[in-house]
């Protein structure tokens, strides 16, 4: 992971921070059924209110924002926030990531954990967070099931599970899926 003027490289993906020229794409994709469906609310975002949001989020440090690349052609969106009130990324004990690949090409498949991973590496190891925090519907089995292989663990249970990772479970969890993406690709015979 190498860390670039407001980006991330790795595991076959790149995360750039996100910019004023990103926020109609990632309001068209949020608003698609296929990924709204999967979101806590599932209200349809007006370009006006896309506006207003990014205008809140561009300079807080609480959290930042990014859009998903692979091979150079942006496939979705993500982001990390301070888990607790009053602290901003760089002092976070605990982290919220979140993520969504709009893209159906690859969506269901192994590069859906690259930017997990690449995400999840930059909050434990440059941001130092003690751990990972998410929210996820218990609908949403295939989230639940992801973030299970990525080694969190659910700590409430109802309509909207609370699930967490420390940084030892998510070395263990991860070895194979990590070793597997950061293999050199292979020439192929045409």
Same mark, same amino acid.
């Given at each position: ?6 980006? =991330?490289n ?5 995360? +750039? ?13 949020? *608003? ?21 949001w ?15 690349? #692979? +091979? ?5 969106? /993500? %982001?990390i ?9 760089? %002092? ?9 690949? /709009?893209?159906?090409?690859y969506?269901? *498949?192994? =590069? /859906? ?11 434990? @190891?440059v ?6 925090? $998410?929210?996820?519907? $218990?609908?949403?089995?295939?989230? =639940?099931?992801? %973030?299970?292989?990525?080694? #969190? ?8 599970? @609370?699930?967490?990772?420390n ?7 991860? +070895?194979? =899926? ?6 050199? $690709? ?5």
């Open positions: 992971m190498t860390l670039l003027s407001h980006s =991330l790795g595991y076959q993906v790149q995360l +750039k921070s996100m910019s004023q020229a990103d926020i109609e794409q990632v309001r068209l994709w949020r *608003n698609d059924p296929q990924v709204a469906q999967h979101m806590l609310s599932q209200d349809s975002i007006s370009a006006e209110q896309q506006q207003a990014f205008n809140k989020i561009k300079d807080d440090k609480r959290q930042q924002h990014f859009v998903i690349n #692979y +091979k150079g052609q942006a496939i979705g969106a /993500a %982001n926030r301070a888990y607790f009130q009053g602290e901003n990324l760089h %002092n976070a004990r605990a982290i919220e990531p979140g993520l969504y690949i /709009a893209d159906e090409r969506r269901g *498949n192994i =590069l /859906a954990f690259s930017p997990t991973l690449l995400l999840n590496d930059y909050c434990f @190891e941001l130092g967070a003690q751990k990972l925090m $998410a929210v996820v519907k $218990a609908s949403n089995t295939a989230a =639940l099931n992801y %973030n299970l292989k990525l080694g #969190y663990q659910v700590e409430k249970s109802g309509d909207l599970l @609370e699930i967490s990772l940084y030892a479970d998510y070395q263990d969890s991860t +070895k194979g =899926l990590k070793a597997l993406l950061n293999r050199p $690709a292979r020439a192929t015979k045409d």
